[in-house]
């Protein structure tokens, strides 16, 4: 009866153990897929940084060229100006593509995109008025500061995306890392209860494995005094046999 009643317990201590490791493995195949996704939105919102930098120099860059025209003259100048214009509608709608589980941001562009479509009739309007009607009729519609007050919030919505990007980095972070630490100590934990379960099921069969040559010496020795016990039979045996013999004669 103890016996099987200990052959079930450490059954059930090897059950438990098997369930716990594999729980411990699904937790670490989880918290690896979520770090996995993590690094993922890590680099999409660094993406996304970048991209807003690149939108803002390339606005820079188009307001270079357009200074360097309107003090010079040069069409040579009008090359930062021309380049930006190639560019500026593509890292747009790259921005809508990269944001568009974020409807903050998809709003934001619009009104970035509204923003530069002025900024750009600005430069525009000045750089065609530098042609037609040269330096000075070109000087009154700078000094109406309207590009400059145009830049300003374009770099202001910027600064606020790149904040919103910023946050959700941190928040993400945050989250990755918290999750990290609660499967850390699962597993942690898991690992000790496995760990004791194993020594609970060692101490179980060593004991058991020294009952059981216990048993086999005591048997041996019963074996041992049986088999005395007969040989003295046998010769008492003998003996009487012996003497019969001699009474009879």
């Known amino acids: 009866m103890k016996t099987l009643s200990r052959k079930y317990v450490v059954n059930c201590a090897f059950a438990i153990a098997l369930v716990i490791l594999a729980s411990i493995g699904w937790l670490a195949y ?10 993922y939105w890590v680099s999409h919102t660094h993406t996304v940084i970048e991209e807003l930098d690149t939108l803002l120099s390339s606005l820079t860059d188009a307001e270079t060229g357009q200074r360097g025209f309107i003090i010079t003259g040069d069409e040579a100048y009008l090359e930062p100006y021309n380049n930006a214009l190639a560019t500026i509608s593509k890292q747009l709608k790259s921005l809508r593509e990269l944001t568009k589980d974020n409807p903050l941001q998809q709003k934001r562009w619009d009104s970035i995109e509204l923003l530069i479509e002025k900024k750009l ?9 530098r042609r037609s009607q040269g330096f000075q009729a070109t000087v009154l519609i700078v000094k109406s500061h309207l590009g400059k ?4 919030d374009i ?3 910027i600064a606020e995306a790149q904040d919103n990007e ?3 980095l941190l928040d993400r972070t945050r989250a990755q890392e918290e999750q990290t630490a609660k499967t850390t100590r699962v597993i942690t934990a898991g690992g000790a209860v496995c760990l004791l379960l194993l020594i609970m099921v060692y101490l179980l069969l060593n004991r058991e494995v020294a009952q ?6 005591d048997l041996t020795a019963q074996n041992e005094e049986l088999q005395k016990a007969r040989e003295r039979m046998r010769l008492q045996d003998w003996v009487k046999t012996g003497i019969n013999e001699l009474n009879t004669k």
């Open 149 to 152: 007050n145009l830049m300003n």
């Open 121 to 129: 009739a600005e430069l525009k309007t000045t750089i065609d008025t």
């Open 166 to 168: 910023r946050q959700l």
């Open 212 to 217: 059981r040559a216990k048993a086999e010496i």
């Open 30 to 39: 989880q918290n690896m897929a979520a770090a996995k996704e993590s690094d």
């Open 155 to 157: 770099r202001k919505v």
